[in-house]
């Protein structure tokens, strides 16, 4: 089909983008940028063999091209690059190719390096006026990282070539092409002019590292984790990677909001930290508190201007932390609630943000009472200040206020409380110093099977087959309920199960399909939707090019949200373009510890950046009438036994870090459709949970869309071990479409014998098929298969 889609535009945006997430730590004696002519030799196999994703099913883009370090500058005409050292590693590269390793899971963190003697180091420089050292790491899902040499730590070989290099030459930029941050130690060893992360950058990625080393982009990336010291200094170090259950011991305390309450001289390169090439000054302004009468709707308003008093354009982003009472629940020093990034600034040249953040964003969680109000959100009595400023460390007062009563904001009820007790952790101000202390969380109090029967749904009426299509509900003739009252049990059935990448229905190597896919489903006009990974560009198996995208860490350090939608209404288009209507992403889970696998396809250690940068993708998809999947829903903080590991989090926990994300996408996104994650939570896996996905998505949150299983995913009912067949306890928890099986006419599973036995009830399927169907009205499957859904091609709401 024709979707007007723009590939040239399409690069220009994602080489920008990868260009802007590039995060320059280090940058001394004026290394860069290289916008002299300057004589460039480049050290390192990555500079060829660069890694523009991570691995598994969220990187696995077949692009048409990935361009490569040496490729971009060998083309650019401000540098000369020293091809005789070039071609040195090119004939040691035949005889050392890349090895991708044998089965799923199975490809190395690196490839082996090329030993570079002093000698050669030495005589690159007489020919060369500075050096770049590309360093390359992989990961990916199903397999973390590792605190070892070649993962986290550099190699021996590695070592070696950073001596070398930074002893010969003396402009050194080391570039980091990594999904997720690693051990830095090494920066103050050897001592590189320069050190930038330019992430997983996608198909465009070389060209972007190219603009910024020779100053053709002012790099304006800056970290979404903080960089500590030492690995053990990461307080999730001791709870992290374990077979069968992790205590998120550190309760709120992930990443800054550790460091910056209780170890900021642990601390290499700081939450928000990234330098440029000019210099900027920013001024708060205009501070108030508006509607103080009202706490709930209240809104704290404020002007940052920002000038550009260097002698380079650039672009600077402001950040904005808050420093709330310690009071009885105990807070983090700073908790980030805005964020802005600048226009280009001409030097000299000044632009003027404004900033509105509500004050119930303010508001902690009181899982335990502590305040008063148990299970509510509330601003506890004291002094709130606000800080303004360009990383996490350097914000100065823009205004400060105070709440003289403890306040609720929101009143909710318990939910996914931990199941065992374990020890949490919180800090508490002791002059200016924060003391930890240990406390046990409480026991759940319910039993989930309670809060079920009490939701349980009315009877309602079988009519078999009306002769109703699915398009008679999209065009308004008849209501959806009625249509699914044509629906036997085995239609109702099948319709909850969804197929795979090897689909009939749909376009072949994606990820799978769901709605139509029995002829009975497609007999009353019922399309098959497709689904397709993922957060890194569409992957395709069947072998056709699609664009490799910047991996989520990358776009998150652009903070630059605007830029992002833009790059997904492109994504929009080219998923059209394919017939896909869900691109399962964005990841949405936290960084909480450097290691896991995945932290390429997420954002950040901060659950409001990766919010917002959920919802800026969304509405990127959202124009062009797709979706995005947001997953894993939720915990899912490593990929080691990650279909068996229970994460113990406490319920303060979840909501304020863990879920918040999720419930920005939800709420500010629109999102429409939700994957569970393969692991539990609390001792219910996230497949099975009614509290995670009935109580507090759909309950709390408004959620008005579908739940899918992550692919050959497990359930279980409380106490009992989980097992792919048990879709009846998926079913009641209101998790409605199982991803997949290889037909979704023949299936082992319980939904049958569930019937018989009233473990779930033929409303319980109804509801799940109107959450599915009710998605696929929205999607253009529904207008390719020739229905009269009105409402153009932005996500909308079905008609009911």
């Known amino acids: 089909m024709q979707t007007g889609l723009d590939r040239e535009q399409y690069a220009i945006t994602a080489r920008q983008a990868a260009a802007e997430g590039i995060v320059l730590l280090e940058n001394s004696n004026q290394t860069l ?51 005789e050292l070039a071609e040195v590693y090119r004939v040691w590269r035949g005889k050392n190719p890349v090895r991708r390793g044998v089965g799923w899971a199975n490809e190395p963190y690196f490839q082996k390096e090329m030993p570079v003697a002093v000698e050669l180091a030495r005589k690159a420089a007489k020919q060369s006026d500075a050096a770049v050292v590309v360093i390359g790491r992989s990961s990916g899902e199903d397999r973390d990282g590792a605190f070892t040499p070649g993962s986290y730590l550099l190699t021996e070989i590695e070592e070696e070539m950073l001596h070398a290099v930074c002893t010969q030459f003396s402009r050194v930029a080391v570039v980091l092409n990594t999904g997720g941050i690693m051990d830095m130690e090494w920066v103050k060893k050897y001592r590189p002019g320069a050190v930038l992360y330019a992430w997983q950058g996608g198909q465009e990625s070389g ?57 900021k001289d642990r601390v290499l390169y700081p939450f928000g930290f990234g330098l440029s090439y000019t210099a900027f000054e920013q001024t708060a302004a205009d501070f ?20 550009n008093i260097g002698d380079r354009p650039g672009k600077q982003v402001i950040q904005v932390y808050t420093a709330s009472p310690q009071g ?114 409480s026991l759940r109090t319910y039993a989930l099977s309670d809060r079920i029967n009490k939701n349980s749904l009315p009877e309602r009426e079988k009519t078999g087959d009306r002769g109703w299509k699915l398009a008679d509900v999209a065009g308004g003739r008849i209501t959806l309920e009625r249509f699914t009252g044509q629906l036997s049990e085995n239609a109702l059935c099948c319709l909850v199960r969804g197929e795979g990448p090897r689909s009939k229905w749909v376009t072949p190597g994606t990820a799978g399909a769901f709605g139509g896919v029995t002829k ?15 957060p890194s560009g569409i992957r395709m198996d069947s072998g056709k090019a699609a664009f490799s995208l910047p991996s989520a860490t990358a776009l998150g350090c652009t903070f630059n949200l605007e830029l992002v939608t833009g790059l997904f209404s492109f994504v929009g288009k080219e998923m059209r373009e394919n017939h896909v209507d869900l691109l399962l992403g964005p990841g949405m889970n936290i960084h909480r510890n450097p290691l896991c696998g995945r932290n390429f396809e997420y954002f950040s250690e901060d659950p409001y950046l990766t919010g917002k940068m959920a919802v800026a993708e969304l509405h990127g998809l959202h124009t062009e009438g ?36 999720f419930e920005m996408a939800v709420k500010e996104g629109n999102a429409v459709s939700v994957m569970s ?54 079913i009641r928890a209101q998790n409605d479409l199982y991803m997949v099986v290889k037909s979704s006419r023949l299936h082992r599973d319980n939904l049958k014998r569930g019937l018989r036995t009233g473990k779930i009830t033929r409303e319980m399927l109804l509801r799940s098929a109107e959450n599915i169907l009710g998605l696929i009205l929205r999607l253009p499957v529904m207008q390719e298969a020739g229905s009269d859904i009105a409402g153009g091609s932005a996500i909308s709401e079905p008609t009911r």
Request: proline residues 4%; aromatic residues 10%; contains cysteine.
């Open 677 to 730: 994650t393969y692991g539990a939570v609390n001792g219910l896996w996230t497949a099975g949970s009614y509290d995670l996905l009935t109580h507090v998505l759909r309950g709390e949150w408004g959620f008005r869309g579908a739940v899918m299983t992550d692919w050959w995913a497990r359930m279980n009912d409380e106490g009992k071990a989980p097992s792919r067949l048990n879709l009846s306890a998926m």
């Open 520 to 534: 009975e489903l497609r007999a009353f006009g019922i399309p098959a939707a497709c689904t397709a990974d993922g």
């Open 33 to 83: 940028p290289f916008d002299g002519g300057e004589r460039v030799s480049l050290f390192g196999r990555t500079q060829f063999d660069y890694n523009k994703s991570g691995t598994g099913s969220g990187g696995m883009v077949h692009a048409a091209y990935v361009v490569g370090i040496h490729d971009a500058l060998s083309r650019s005409e401000r540098v000369t690059v020293n091809e």
């Open 328 to 441: 009885r629940l105990g807070k983090p020093a700073r908790e980030m609630k805005a964020f802005s990034k600048t226009k280009q600034l001409m030097p000299g040249e000044a632009e003027k943000l404004i900033f509105e953040i509500p004050l119930s964003g303010l508001a902690s969680y009181d899982d335990s009472g502590a305040s008063g109000y148990r299970s509510c959100y509330v601003l506890e009595k004291g002094i709130y200040t606000v800080f303004c400023g360009d990383h996490v460390r350097t914000g100065s007062i823009a205004g400060m206020f105070e709440i003289p009563e403890t306040t609720v904001t929101e009143q909710l009820s318990e939910a996914l409380r931990p199941e065992l007790p374990f020890e949490k952790m919180r800090f508490e101000m002791s002059g200016e110093k924060p003391v930890k202390r240990m406390e046990p969380a």
């Open 207 to 263: 060209n972007a590292v190219c603009d910024v080393l020779t100053g053709g982009v002012n790099p304006s990336g800056r970290l979404t984790d903080t960089i500590a010291k030492d690995f053990e200094d990461y307080p999730s170090m001791s709870h992290f990677g374990g077979r069968k259950r992790n205590f998120y011991t550190e309760d709120i305390y992930v990443g800054y909001r550790y460091f910056e309450t209780a170890a």
């Open 626 to 661: 797709v979706s995005g999947v947001i997953k894993h829903f939720a915990a899912n903080n490593q990929e080691h036994y990650r279909k068996k590991v229970d994460s113990a989090v406490s319920e303060r926990a979840l909501r304020e870090i863990y879920l918040k994300g």
């Open 288 to 307: 108030s508190l508006n509607g103080a009468g009202d706490y709930k709707k209240a809104v704290i308003s404020f002007s940052c201007t920002v000038t």
